[in-house]
């Protein structure tokens, strides 16, 4: 078992630091957001905890979240009392700006956990990645330690819960992903996933109907543990409105970089065709770059309602969970897991761009797993044999080889074995597998250089990294802040881009051409590079003030061109492997 | 065969360096974030006004009168005593911030003036000379002087320079210019250690004319060249070495002096505010030979200031000779760099009226020394950090202590690989 290595511990220590440096940085409205909700859970009684509106930043998050703010408050009121004043405009003194950027540093420790936990039977090398690529996270550490939120702490517990489930620790890992959903209502898109999952896998054998009693209890009990108080104190209600504010459009003022971004660009462009093509508009004059939240309608395409959006998530989702229905694998639920969150993402109602980390941060443990060692995937158990089927499901051309190699020996050994229970026979098979691994290790570098019909999933998150968090840098506007931004997506997209390894094993196999997949990747990261020289100079000395909306439209439409690339990739494997899954049975 | 790989054995060496510089790139507008020296402490500020002021007065008064006390130039405010490069480059970030924003360099209304998008300006042309100058020169150090040594010690030997925590600190957080002296040095010792003696002749004295502590290097770039020189097979080919690179050396001053060159006076003025005597031996603390020992012994008390600047001239020449007499015996590759050191440090520690960001100085050579003495790189530029951290417990600086320590955590880090 892996511990953390000295450079593991170097990286966390170096990270942390690089969030301490910035403290002083922008921050945007939500640290008063979360400074009032220190206030509001510290000065009032709990009953007024969802009705307090003294300042207009109201607690829009569930309960435990609103906890976790009280325990906080009991540590502010040592650095600075002031902070806990319930007020409309607060101006923080240098005492509470640290306080706050700290305590979000400090709750960063539950993702540096969730992601030990999840890689601590993993190689050194496998584990290293696994921390650089979500630790420096260029997502993360704009919208938590520039930005201000609490994402960091929030991923932790899905990365928590998406590793105890990939081992098999079903209620546990239910209970982690109860407290999350509790934490921050956006994670109930994981909903249908978990719930699927779970009935599945969980709740069968011949004690399924007493297992799923256990089941709900547990959940029953968090979720009591969390909204209890204020069901007794009839509050629910006042609890529901605040955390689901119905009314908001489709569109976020900044488009998030989705399905709807690309739709809602068609529309721009049929606006400003038809006219020409002696066409009358179906609908009145009306604008969705006004950038106002809540009124946008399309003037050419169907309007889209809520209730269409949520339809589409669940088709969007359908491949995925009929395929976790009919093979419910441990191995496969953090990739089915991702592949939900991208799903809402990019098929939701209203979705912020900040949402993309729901995808990427667990992405990027899953993606280090291309440093997947044999002796990592060879995990000897009752079922190994079936988790190593499927837990191909969803993962790169690398690791699927791996797998299958690794399943295929397993069963030369279990066949070697005889009735393989006895202990000796066990070792002498390993000391042979061992030998088998030296040659898997050979035959698989060649193998990564000559089978390129895929980019490898590394090469996915590169472009899902790079696209989604691309659309998170116009939250932070300042001058100031503008080259640390781009620095942090610059140095993550080439670090993960060196990462694929691409050109070496192309060198290797002997090879001058990459693969037209891996080329076209490329060609697209380069793509930001044209995109963000027009947006942040060359608009504005072509057209200066006019058009602003122009630039914001450009990055948000090419980082969903990505985004959807990368979904659809995804989706076509699942409904792959679910048609190839039916052919084996 | 497979590409070496370095960093946890993960990234080959050309992307090591990549992302090492855009790290390096990505620290500095870190810091900068922070705020700088003397920030709302009116009347006089601190140095980050002094490089505005000297913008202001570089960009609105004639050459002539940079150095002379004028009504639109009184040298008692923030008064020019850098050298004529650093005139120079006022100017140039002048005319910039000209362009921009023209109240944060107005002729005397600017006195003290602090916007959010001035301090963006003014940090963004640090980070701009340190990409010009500092980053090529470290580059073309470690590629002179890491030669033969293993690609990752040459990675550790960038990381030492271009992560350099004080340099960090003083430049991009209190605010300095560091970066161009220390460069240009570097540059000159990369390009004679490269046999290019000539354009190292003429970079030493640019760096000289950007800030006269890089004096600081003269004996051992001296002693470097002289030795060199003799080395030549015939008296004659050594006359006329010495004579070639004496020829650049004046060529370069002249050329950069040339707007006070008309006169006596004019030159004189300049260098009287170069040189000030009438300090004295030691401000406030720095950690020197005179300043600990003043424990005990009261300097400053018992002696007047013509002994005490004899016995620091006296001092500080027998702690450089050992190096000069080395260099002029043998010159080497490395030796010019352990020269480098131990003239900068004899002077820190010897010499008169030291300011403890003089420290930089014997730093350069001492990171660039990280491959042969890992330690000393490692554990050297943890003490000036601690000085620091002391003196923003003295207050009236910029960057609160606990972030300075943060930023001497990844130096110690070398020593330890």
New interface residues.
Partial sequence: MAQLTLLGARCVAAVTGLKLLLAPAYRSTDFEVHRNWLAVASQTPIQRWYEEDTSEWTLDYPPTFAWFEWLLAQAARAVDPAMLKVEANHSPSPATVLFQRISVIASDAVLIFGLLFATRKCGVKHQLVALLLVLLNPGLLLVDHIHFQYNGMLLGLLVWSLALMAEGQDLAGAIVFTVLVTMKHLFACLGPLYAVYLLRHYCRGDRAVSKFMLLAASVSAVVAASFGPFIVHGQLKQVLWRLFPFGRGLLHAFWAPNFWALYAALDQFLRALLPRLGLVLPHAASSITGGLVGSSSFSVLPNITPAMTLISVFLGMTPCLIQTWRQPAPGAFPFAAVHACLTSFLLGFHVHEKAILMATVPLGWLAASSYMTFEDAYVPSENADRDLHTAAVGAGPVRRQLLRSASEMQDETSAGRGSGKDHESTTSASAGLSRKAEAWHQSATVDTGTSRGEASQLMEYCVLSTAGHYALLPLIFTLQEYPIKVLLLLVSTIGIGALTGDDDAQQQAGRRQASKTVAIAKLYLLGFAVVEGYCAVLHFLIFGEQLPFVPLMLRSVYSAMGVTAVWIRWTTRFFHQSSSKTKHV | M??ARYL?????YK?CV??LT??A???R???????YSGAQNPPTFGDYEAQRHWMETTLHTPMLEWYQETPDNPLSYWGLDYPPLSAYQSWLCGKVLDFFEPEAVALKSSRGYET??S??LM?WTV?AFDLLVYFPAMLACVAVFGARRPPEQRLWLLAATLLQPALLLIDHGHFQYNCISLGLAAGAAAAIAANWVHVGAVLYCLSLNHKHMAAYFAPAFFAHLLGRCLQQPTFSCKVRAVVSLGLMVVGTFVMLWSPWLGSWAAARQVLTRLIPLSRGIFEDYVANFWCVSNVIFKWKLRLSQQVLAKACLVTTLAAILPGLVAQIRRPSKQGLLLAMAQSSLSFFLFSYQVHEKSILFPLLPISLLAADFPLLAAWFPASPMFLAAAQAATGARAI?R??RL??G??ST?IGAK
């Avoid at chain 2, 507008?29 to 705020?35: E, R, W």
């Fill in positions: 497979a590409e946890g054995n993960l990234f080959t992307t990549a992302l855009l790290s790139v990505l620290i507008c870190i810091v900068g974030l922070h705020s959010q998008s301090k963006v940090r980070l609160p606990g972030h943060v930023l955590v990844p880090g």
